[in-house]
């Protein structure tokens, strides 16, 4: 990298055409989009790709606090939220990595731990090749985006809890409420 590093990084992975598995793209696209309007220049740098890979540890190097996002399987809520901790992956390979396998790399190559990593997954449920994202995941995406939003619009490190867990069962009306809620409490 050259230049000054935007504060926060947003990285979105997953395949845009590949159904729902274009939902990190997109958020991380369209949180672009947004934040050029609501953010000072400069303070958010968003990135996309098919699939984490160890040299995205080098993308980690001088931010405040990262965002992760992937589509994910298996969600009874359209997004859930966590704080990641570097480990070791089993099976190490270059080719894909796992969130917290990535935090390890950075860790190995900096000598130092990451920054507050948080990693947002937000509701899939197909992947078929060639096919547009679900209209069932791209209304979960627009929750996940206001969440974003939220997020990237905070000032200094915030603990997820602070803001409004979002890993436990939520109903979707109540995230945007919480959503909501976050945005008139930052203004």
């Known amino acids: 990298m050259s230049g000054p590093v935007a504060p926060l990084l947003v990285f979105g992975w997953g395949n845009p055409s590949g159904g729902d598995d274009a939902l990190g793209p997109l958020l991380a696209e ?47 809520t359209p997004f859930a939220v966590r704080t990641l901790v570097a480990a070791p992956q089993a099976g190490f390979t270059t080719h894909a990595l796992a ?57 200094e490190t915030v603990e997820i809890g602070e803001m409004g867990e979002m890993s436990d069962t939520v109903e979707p009306g109540e995230q945007v409420e919480r959503a909501q809620t976050m945005k008139e409490v930052t203004a």
């Not at 303070?43 to 995205?56: G, K, M, P």
């Not at 449920?125 to 939003?149: C, M, T, V, Y």
Request: hydrophobic share 50%.
């Open 99 to 155: 969130p917290e396998a990535l935090l390890k790399v950075y860790c190995d190559l900096e000598r130092t731990p990451p920054p507050p990593c948080t990693l947002l997954a937000i509701r899939a449920q197909r992947f078929e090749l060639g096919e547009a994202p679900s209209e069932q995941a791209l209304a979960d995406l627009a929750l996940a985006l206001d969440w974003a939003l939220v997020w990237a619009s905070q000032n």
């Open 30 to 76: 369209q949180l672009a989009e947004r934040a050029r309007l609501r953010l000072p220049a400069g303070r958010l740098e968003c990135l996309t790709d098919f699939q984490l890979q160890i040299e995205h540890a080098l993308d980690i190097a001088g931010r405040e606090r990262v965002l992760l996002v992937d589509a994910a399987l298996g969600l009874a």
